[in-house]
């Protein structure tokens, strides 16, 4: 079994936090004071779409890495 840089890995954090801002984010303003704003719908509708371009970003990033590693 390999061995993987923790430095590496750790570089993939500052994604994680960002989604887990955005989906605590989006069930805030899923509360009843933001429910007749039009502007907040918008932004509830795209929060899923750019998790999952985090996610890719994430994945071409690990990807490298261990690319990288194996070289």
């Known amino acids: 079994m390999k061995k993987h840089s923790a430095k590496k890995e750790l570089r ?6 960002i989604v887990i801002i955005m989906c605590v984010a989006g069930h805030f ?6 429910q007749d704003s039009h502007l907040v719908e918008y ?3 795209a929060i899923p779409f750019a998790m ?3 996610v890719i970003v ?10 990288q590693e194996q070289e």
């Open 12 to 17: 993939l954090l500052p994604i994680l936090l």
């Open 29 to 34: 303003l899923l509360q009843a004071n933001f």
């Open 43 to 45: 932004l509830l509708a």
């Open 52 to 54: 999952f371009g985090l």
């Open 58 to 67: 994430a994945f071409k990033m690990a990807a490298k890495s261990e690319q």
